[in-house]
Each structure stands twice: as structure tokens, then as C-alpha cells.
């Protein structure tokens, strides 16, 4: 004769805690990949927007509506607010005395600084999903604002700190440090020679 024997209370309880432990486990590895993977795409759409800002500005891309030629292009970054720590602003160096007063094919306006008033705003960036910028550094030191420029015809970097710009003594380095309300950090780093990492173990 057959047995008609089926599960028992203890082994149903046993396949259920098995079953339920799986669950948190696969959820909880699901979140952490999901904050680690926004936290890198927006590494590298900064990453990118200061790449777009090296092209616009080693090719003297023309200034919309304004008869400006051989204009830089930067990158604003702020945590001076809450609000300006969510965005950053990609923008034409417009404001400031044109070299050597226009009269040479290689006389650049500009100041190697943003400044709402004077510059030209081309796009401003709202970061995504909670992520702020909460953190910036100019050779190792942390800074209320960072500005990073480039123009025509090299590719470096000329960056300022604090809406402040030294020919004397440039910075020479920059870090920006992106977190997300779930927990996680990345950096981005810009090296004067115009060199920029999306993925950079960490800020000096």
C-alpha cells in the first residue's frame, strides 16, 4: 500500500523561512545595485556635460544671439543652497574684457568665472532622483563653488574657486562629490591639463 503521507508543519515552516530569506536577500541586493547604477549614470552625465563644455569651447561654438566670437565654456557647480546643489550650469565665458581689444583672430572675451549677469547661460542641469552635489575641492581644499572653463585652442582646464579666478595661482585640481539620499558617494575629478574621471576613488 501506498503512503499518504504529506508535508509536515515543520518542514512547510522550514521551505517558507528559506523562501522568505531568499526574498529580503535578492531585495535588498536589487536596491543597493539600483543606487550604485544612478549614482554612476550621473557621475558620467557630469562627466559628459564638462566634455561638452571642452568641445564648445575648443571650437569656438557661436554664442546664440550674441555677436561674441572665440567665447570659452564652463561648468558651474554650487553648494552655497539646497537648490543650487541639485543643478549645475553649463555656460559661454562672455563677461569680461576681450584680449588685447578684439584686433587678432585669437582675442578671447571672458574671465574664467561664472557670473550670472555677464555670462551667457546655455543649459542648466536639474540632478535627478535626490542626487545632490554636496561636496567640491580645489587642490584639496573644499570650496563653496567651482568653475571649470575651457577654451580655444588647448584643451586645459582653467577653473576657479569661490567665483574667483588666479592667473598667478590657478587651481590646479578640481573634485566634485555627488551622494544620493539612499547612501553612496562618487567623484568626479578635472585636472588642470583638461583630463576629467567620472569614477575617481575619492576626493583629496
Known amino acids: 500500500m501506498e503512503s499518504g503521507r504529506g508535508f509536515t508543519l515543520v518542514e512547510l515552516i522550514v521551505v517558507l ?58 561648468v558651474h557647480f554650487d553648494t552655497n543652497t539646497e537648490e543650487a546643489s541639485h543643478t549645475i550650469r553649463l555656460f559661454a565665458d562672455t563677461k569680461g574684457d576681450i584680449s588685447c581689444g578684439g584686433q587678432r583672430p585669437d582675442c578671447k572675451p571672458g574671465n574664467h568665472e561664472y557670473d550670472a549677469v555677464g555670462d551667457t547661460l546655455v543649459q542648466t542641469y536639474t540632478l535627478g532622483n535626490g542626487v545632490t552635489v554636496n561636496g567640491l575641492y580645489a587642490d584639496g581644499e573644499p570650496v563653496g563653488s567651482l568653475d571649470v572653463v575651457f577654451e580655444r585652442p588647448n584643451p586645459d582646464a582653467f577653473m576657479s574657486a569661490d567665483g574667483s579666478y588666479s592667473e598667478l595661482n590657478p587651481v590646479t585640481a578640481a573634485c566634485i562629490t555627488i551622494t544620493s539620499p539612499q547612501g553612496g558617494t562618487r567623484y568626479i575629478t578635472v585636472a588642470a591639463s583638461g583630463a576629467i574621471a567620472a569614477n575617481a576613488p575619492s576626493c583629496p
Open 17 to 74: 523561512t528559506i523562501i522568505g530569506v531568499i526574498t529580503v536577500v535578492t531585495l535588498n541586493s536589487q536596491s543597493s545595485f539600483n543606487k550604485s547604477l544612478i549614482l554612476s549614470n550621473t557621475a558620467y552625465d557630469i562627466a559628459l556635460t564638462l566634455r561638452s563644455a571642452e568641445t564648445f569651447g575648443i571650437n569656438s561654438r557661436a554664442v546664440n544671439a550674441i555677436s561674441i566670437s572665440n567665447a570659452g565654456y564652463g
